[in-house]
């Protein structure tokens, strides 16, 4: 009792279980809709073939255009109607009971003679008849109309259809058909089994094929199981290995020195590849020197070599960066001389494993993996040496990476202030209006408390302020007319592009900022980003104010130059909308103190 209390099915028991019970669920459900359809399909076609007999017998013979449908029909109507009835066989093909309406609700004529003439809600099924269409419902006897067939059947299908009279494609009114579905319960019952036995049998042969192919699985899977569980371990410590590796690629992302970087790798290396220490040769002009070593102490043996050059293995280290492939050598290997020994660390290490640091065809130098423990207790398996070949294809990329940075970054403002040449043949007022705007804006920006770096930034940002338009087309950039709104948009994008072009350079970073905002407005309407008030960095204040200034001021393709006072007239009207208000008035006041820039 015990066990079976705390027994726990299996996964394929649980699948038989849950399964069985969601087999035989969607079953049922799709049994009953099969039928339900069915059923439905049946009852549509008994309807049509009654739709049929009685457009066939009475709408040819019968003819009430004489008549008026708007009123209960006179008895010489009602008699011809019950003549048609009579003398077709209508109540011969279990139709039990026939009704004429017309539009409005009125029943023109039933067999049931005390309810012509009188008026009835309009069903659902006689307002799509009136409409053209044949409507069916089995009858539940709760209608109004309904009093005179109680009693006649249990179960009736009410049929209505579309009425016409004689030479008229009009529908007048609708014939209501009482069929008898005492006839059709038989076969309908036959379909509901059949239905029944062939989609139970259906779907008990689709789960047992289902179970089938589970089961199978379920035995593959056991079988696999025992193979991943060998394979457990290994997985787990190349998971730790790419973690890594992941985290040492991060770590060399952000690093720039390099003699950082190295000691970086060789200490992760160290942890990583499980040696006992890590060396990195570097080549300089035709030697190599040790930059960084990791344990810096081993064994009481000194481990800090760098700056020192290496001989005697030269000819190891130029074989492994020839080859691009690592080397591994033992310290009883019989190549060796005592001065290779001792230049190598062997007096350290029992196995080393040297490993090219390439960049492509640049080669940088070699890290050397040294393994104080025996060959045969911790070789260097293939494993670990693509382990080792992968924290120096990371060291190599990274140290050619700073090597380049360094490099870019001297040469970048170089080409900034190019690209900012270009622009002066793209825009002929830009060299000299740049340069005013510098003068104006460090006098202001002095004015206003900026030093040291704020001033360098604020020169940067308004000699290179249009740098962005080497990406605006000439058509928008030297139209001599007003833009059209597309065009605005076009020009709108420069600031972004000038921040973009100048942001890669550290020391351009604040120039940057101005550079982007420097058409944003003081009440936050301006773009790109809509700043307002302080949050749109000072020295881009600074530069809208006199850039405004130099643009009413100078002359230009598409208007002529206005004076100094409209200039300032357009300043102070501004000030607190498009301009910070007290950066204004700290420019008028130089200005008039010093008479500059008028």
Not at 150 to 161: D, K, M, P, Q
Not at 401 to 409: G, H, I, S
Not at 424 to 443: C, S, V
Request: charged share 25%.
């Amino acid at each position: 009792m015990k066990q079976l209390l705390n027994w726990k099915p299996g996964l394929l028991t649980s699948f038989s279980i849950i399964g069985a019970a969601i087999t035989a669920v969607i079953g049922i459900v799709f049994a009953l809709g099969l039928e339900y359809q069915l059923e439905q399909y049946t009852l549509r076609k008994e309807a049509d073939i009654a739709a049929d007999q009685v457009a066939l017998i009475m709408g040819p013979k019968l003819s009430l255009a004489g008549a008026d449908l708007s009123a209960p029909l006179n008895p010489a109507h009602i008699a011809q109607i019950d003549e048609r009835i009579r003398q077709g066989t209508l109540y011969e093909q279990h139709i039990v009971l026939i009704k004429i309406w017309n539009r409005d609700g009125l029943l023109l004529y039933s067999d049931e003679k005390s309810m012509i003439g009188q008026y009835y809600p309009v069903s659902n099924e006689l307002k799509k008849a009136l409409n053209g269409e044949i409507a069916t419902s089995v009858s539940t006897f709760n209608k109004t109309e309904n009093g005179g067939e109680r009693g006649i059947a249990t179960r009736l299908l009410e049929i209505y259809v579309p009425m016409r009279l004689t030479d008229s494609d009009q529908i007048a009114g609708a014939y209501e058909i009482y069929h008898d579905l005492a006839v059709l319960e038989p076969s309908i019952a036959d379909m509901r089994r059949f239905v029944g036995v062939s989609v139970g049998l259906s779907f008990l042969i689709l789960y047992g094929s289902l179970f089938s192919l589970v089961r199978r699985a379920s035995l593959e899977l056991f079988r696999r199981s025992e193979e991943n569980k060998h394979l457990y371990e290994q997985e787990q410590t190349r998971r730790s290995e790419l973690a890594a590796l992941y985290d040492l690629s991060r770590a060399l992302a952000e690093a720039y020195d390099f003699d950082s970087i190295l000691e970086m790798i060789t200490s992760q290396a160290v942890e990583t590849v499980r040696v006992t220490f890590c060396c990195a040769a570097l080549l300089e002009d035709d030697g190599f020197v040790i930059r960084a070593a990791s344990p810096a102490r081993i064994l009481d043996h000194n481990l800090k070599v760098i700056g020192r050059k290496t001989h005697g293995p030269h000819a190891f280290y130029q074989q492994v960066l020839e080859q691009d492939t690592p080397i591994v050598i033992t310290a009883d290997s019989p190549d060796l001389s005592d001065d290779d020994r001792q230049a190598l660390f062997l007096g350290l290490a029992e196995t080393l494993c040297l490993l090219p640091l390439r960049a492509g065809e640049r080669a940088l130098g070699i890290l050397i993996f040294g393994e104080a423990r025996s060959n045969e207790r911790e070789p260097f398996s293939p494993d670990k040496i693509r382990l080792a070949r992968s924290i120096g294809d990371q060291a190599a990329s990274t140290l050619y990476r700073v090597e380049l940075f360094t490099q870019l970054k001297q040469s970048y403002l170089d080409t900034v202030l190019a690209l900012a040449n270009a622009v002066d043949a793209k825009d002929t007022y830009t060299a000299d209006h740049a340069q005013r705007l510098a003068d104006m804006a460090l006098a202001l920006g002095r004015e206003l408390g900026m030093t040291g770096d704020e001033l360098d930034g604020l020169r940067y940002g308004a000699i290179l302020h249009d740098i962005g338009k080497i990406g605006i087309p000439d058509a928008v950039l030297k139209k001599p007319s007003d833009l059209n709104p597309a065009e605005w948009a076009v020009m709108r994008q420069h600031p972004s592009i000038g921040a973009r072009i100048l942001a890669p350079v550290p020391y351009l970073v604040n120039a940057a900022q101005i550079v982007r905002h420097h058409h944003e407005r003081y009440d936050g309407t301006g773009y790109p980003d809509g700043l307002a008030g302080e949050a749109i960095p000072l020295g881009a204040r600074i530069l809208t104010v006199v850039d405004s200034y130099s643009a009413i001021t100078d002359k230009r393709d598409y208007k002529d130059a206005r004076s100094h006072n409209e200039a300032v007239t357009e300043l102070r009207k501004h000030a607190g909308t498009q301009f910070d208000p007290n950066v204004v008035e700290v420019f008028l006041a130089i200005i008039n103190k010093r008479g500059m820039f008028s």
